[in-house]
């Protein structure tokens, strides 16, 4: 029977019905009442022609008549999307192949040719930020080295357990100053070292390295350890904390090293000279690189960070790949369907990969996390139209008729899918921080529909064509989810609770939802550097696989070792207060900002009750100690005494500038801007830091601002939490609209969109609980997983309710359709789920751990997602059942 005939027969059956039996048949009481003329399905049945559809189930149960279950097949009003979409699948399916195909071609070329850029740690997140490009504004006015105008730095920490301070010592590290110095292109401007500092104190005169090494070699032990003792006194060793100057000893010292390099360098090349000064330390005598000696810049920071991002990928994806594979392999059992998921899974990525190279999107850290969402989609899109396919085909039908029927009920069902997934997924554009990974995502998606709703199909009906007939054998062919299979006797659970107690099991969970939404309300926030380190213990676990999967050394985890344990401080360790006031000119200034450093707050160093900070007073402090002529200009303007210049202070500032003591990197030229760089106590958190720094800044009587990289975090935690609550709502609300008007359209009862949601809600609440139940906290990386979970659940939910609703309204009892479809739907979506937590849960075993975590919270994602649909949802259909024929709610609203 064609699926014209089955139309015909449909409106047969209900002309024979009688208006009171009909719900779909106008009756006298309604004729011409205000609803009427509102009511879809009667906009519907104009649209389509004046075909009618099928009576619905509350129709039969009303008549009597017996319920039939046929599957779909008398629905023949499907809408123009799906009939071009079968016309093109069923007549043409090599024709659909080989265009996609090409397009992949031209998707492939703008990856290669546009891609390849890549951003990783903070500066994805920051460098848009308005606190960032107030700290470069900042940065750009006191001369500090950057890209643009050139220049770079390094630190070399050489350890040594007994004294790091002994004569041997100091040679080696002068012996290395000369040799960098010296070398040809390696572009060093100066370099420091205790070695340096103690030498100059011993003879003035000794300026280079060669000269310096002169000093300590003919020095006595005596004399080097007096000299030591001056230039901690005067200048402040770089040395460890464990120092004392009666012993002349510390276990770790710094050399600061500084090259001349050309503006807007590319950072590569600065981690190139960087990497060479380390060969030239390597090589002297008593140092050694995998022992006591590791070299720091920001420069191999940035480049161990992508190197870290690749060494991810090369753990995670072929294990992810592995899982998914084996998984996809059981779901299909048939070495054609096999294919066609993962070369349409393949494509999927290539035209993603291929949007981004033709957008000028760089690959980054928050980036990662849309291919997994992409293949988690994928593979359920695949797998369903797949499963439906083969129910068909058990029945007998042609391959023709089966994929028809299959896009007939699932194209809506992919599309309801689709255009949610990217209101959930675009809702994340309303941060800037998050905007491309929304744009991204929403276009990912956009090609997965295209990709698994047409050229899927249209690839199995081809191959199946050049199958048929021939003696290629078939293998496993049938259904997830059959009645006598294993997963058709356990997915029926939600069914069998819903005949028994539906309102009872629909209450307990939602108290559980609510009860996790409140509970998830306390998860923590996180955004600083450390938050992209690696996490030691795997990397120690990782070393031992083979070859080009091992990871490699990571010299900024032993730097953050030594400068947290040796040095006491953090990686970001200052807080910078700004001040821009032309008051910096009057007589009170240099008192005020004196002032304000009296008593710092708990979360700063301090010398006595001082904070420890770098400001235009420790310049003058230090050129007072040094030259005895500005002492006294110092002298003659300060009125109380304490060294601090409280009378034309301008003079004060002419002298200082006159002189090499660095003036210009505290106070601007023309007086009008200054800052104040005050470390911070390792221990302190960096919300109690900012919050600090923000109270000296506001207690000041000038125009003061704090900033630096702390502020700078902190602020795009503010705004990740903020973004994160906007797209969450912004999702659901666009998602609910959505599912409303669509099934308001499709099938004239808006109801059943209210429907999906329910189980959306609870797996979305259930999901923020476990956010603070396993201590993840939300993260940049993945503050999108909150929204993006909305489109995971509405994925399986809207396959489920598509499903039932195509049952229920062909007549069958609530139960009965309950049960064909999750045996049928629920047999595909349970598929989907093994294979999606199983191989994209892969990324919890990440060196990274924010992408540890994310893959944690995708698996639940998902997991939540798929059960709240299984054991959910149909306690909610019977719920809602039970209501509506009890208080006959179509009397009132036809579409409810």
């Known amino acids: 029977m064609t699926d014209t005939d089955r139309s015909i027969q449909s409106d047969s059956d209900s002309g024979d019905r009688s208006p009171e039996t009909d719900p779909h048949r106008e009756s006298p009481e309604r004729h011409g009442s205000r609803w009427d003329r509102f009511d879809p399905r009667r906009v519907l049945r104009s649209l389509r022609g004046g075909r ?63 891609g390849g850029d890549q951003e990783a740690g903070t500066d994805q997140f920051t460098e848009d930020s308005e606190a960032q490009q107030a700290f470069d504004d900042m940065q750009e006015n006191f001369g500090d080295n950057s890209r643009d105008t050139g ?20 040679l080696r590290m002068l012996e290395f100053q000369d040799r960098v110095e010296n070398e040809d292109g390696l572009r060093v401007e100066s370099t420091t070292s205790p070695a340096s500092l103690t030498a100059q104190q011993i003879d003035p005169t000794a300026e280079t390295p060669e000269e310096q090494y002169r000093v300590i070699d003919r020095a006595s032990q005596r004399e080097i350890d007096a000299a030591i003792a001056a230039a901690d006194e005067q200048a402040g060793l770089p040395v460890s904390t464990d120092f004392t100057r009666k012993s002349a000893s510390a276990s770790v010292a710094q050399i600061a090293v500084t090259y001349d390099t050309a503006p807007m360098a590319d950072t590569s090349d600065n981690a190139h000279l960087q990497f060479q000064t380390q060969e030239i330390a390597n090589d002297i005598d008593g140092f050694d690189t995998d022992e006591n000696v590791v070299i720091f810049a920001d420069a191999i920071f940035d480049e161990e960070i992508l190197q870290l991002l690749g060494d991810t990928a ?60 992409l293949l988690a989609v994928g593979i359920d899109f695949g797998i369903h139209i797949i499963n439906r396919y083969r129910e068909e085909r058990a029945t007998g039908a042609s391959i023709e008729e089966s994929m ?70 078939e293998f496993g062919t049938s259904p997830l989810g059959k009645e006598d299979s294993f997963l058709g006797d356990v997915l029926p659970i939600g069914v069998k609770i819903a005949r028994v107690a539906p309102a009872v099991f629909l209450v307990a969970m939602l108290v559980v939802g609510g009860s996790a939404a409140v509970y998830g309300t306390g998860v923590d926030t996180e955004f600083d550097q450390e938050a992209f380190f690696p996490d030691e213990d795997r990397i120690e676990q990782y070393k031992s696989l083979p070859g080009p999967l091992a990871p490699g050394e990571y010299t900024f985890m032993q730097v953050l070792e030594h400068m947290e ?76 005494g304490d060294g601090i210049p409280d009378r034309d202070v301008d003079v004060v500032y002419d002298d200082l500038f006159a002189t090499d003591a660095g003036a210009e990197s505290r106070l601007t030229t023309d007086r009008g801007a200054t800052r104040i760089d005050i470390p911070i106590d390792v221990d302190a958190e960096q919300d109690e830091a900012v919050a600090d720094g923000r109270q000296i800044a506001s207690e000041m009587r000038m125009d003061a601002t704090a900033t630096g990289q702390l502020v700078i975090f902190e602020a795009v935690i503010d ?60 993260t940049p990386i993945n503050a999108p997983i909150l929204s993006v979970s909305i489109g995971l659940g509405v994925d399986y939910t809207v396959h489920f309710m598509h499903r039932f609703v195509d049952e229920y309204e062909e007549g069958n009892d609530a139960h009965d359709a309950l049960l064909v479809t999750v045996r049928g739907t629920g047999g595909a979506l349970t598929g989907s789920m093994l294979t999606t937590v199983c191989g994209l849960g892969v990324l919890y075993f990440a060196l990274i751990p924010l992408i540890m975590e994310f893959g944690m919270l995708l698996a639940l994602g998902v997991f939540y997602a798929w059960l709240c649909s299984i054991l959910v949802l149909p306690s909610t259909v019977v719920v809602w059942d039970r209501l509506e024929n009890e208080h006959a709610t179509t009397d009132h609203l036809p579409w409810a």
């Open 52 to 114: 009618k559809r099928a009576p619905s189930s509350r129709g039969d149960r009303e008549s009597g008549a017996p319920a039939r279950v046929d599957q779909g097949r008398s629905r023949s009003d499907t809408d123009p999307i799906t009939r071009r979409i079968n016309t093109v699948v069923t007549n043409r399916p090599w024709t659909v192949v080989v265009v996609f195909v090409l397009l992949t071609g031209v998707f492939l070329g703008g990856a290669l040719v546009g």
């Open 151 to 170: 220049g770079d730095s390094a630190q070399l920490f050489v350890e040594d357990d007994r004294n790091v301070l002994s004569k041997p010592s100091l």
């Open 314 to 373: 090369i753990v995670v994806f072929p294990a992810a790949i592995i899982l998914i594979m084996f998984f996809l392999i059981v779901a299909y059992r048939d070495p054609i369907d096999l294919g066609l998921g993962v070369a349409a899974l393949v494509m999927t990525l290539i035209w993603t990969f291929g949007f981004m190279g033709f957008a000028r999107i760089p690959f980054s850290d928050s980036l990662i996390t849309v291919f997994p969402l």
């Open 404 to 473: 028809g029927i299959t896009t007939n009920q699932l194209t809506a069902a992919l599309l309801i899918v689709t255009i949610t997934t990217v209101f959930s997924f675009a809702a994340n554009m309303v941060s800037e921080m998050n905007r491309e990974f929304g744009l991204v995502a929403a276009a990912g998606i956009v090609f997965t529909f295209l990709l698994f709703g047409v050229f899927l199909p249209a690839g199995k009906v081809g191959c199946d064509r050049l199958r048929e007939g021939t003696r290629f054998p």
């Open 565 to 640: 344990e040796d040095f006491e401080i953090s990686l970001d360790g200052t807080v910078t207060i700004y001040v821009e006031d032309n008051d910096l000119r009057s007589d009170g200034a240099l008192r005020e900002l004196d002032r304000s450093l009296q008593d710092p707050p708990d979360a700063f160093q301090t010398d006595g009750r001082q904070a420890d900070a770098d400001s235009i007073l420790s310049v003058i402090d230090s050129q007072r100690a040094a030259d005895p002529e500005f002492a006294r200009t110092v002298e003659r303007y300060d009125s109380s």
């Open 719 to 778: 705004e990740m939490t903020d973004a994160a609550v906007q797209s969450l709502f912004a999702a659901f609300l666009l998602t609910t609209v959505f599912l409303i008007v669509s099934y308001w359209w499709l099938e004239g009862r808006a109801i059943y969109g209210v429907l999906n949601l329910v189980p959306v809600l609870l797996s979305v609440a259930l999901l923020a609980g476990s956010m603070r139940f396993f201590d993840i906290p939300l």
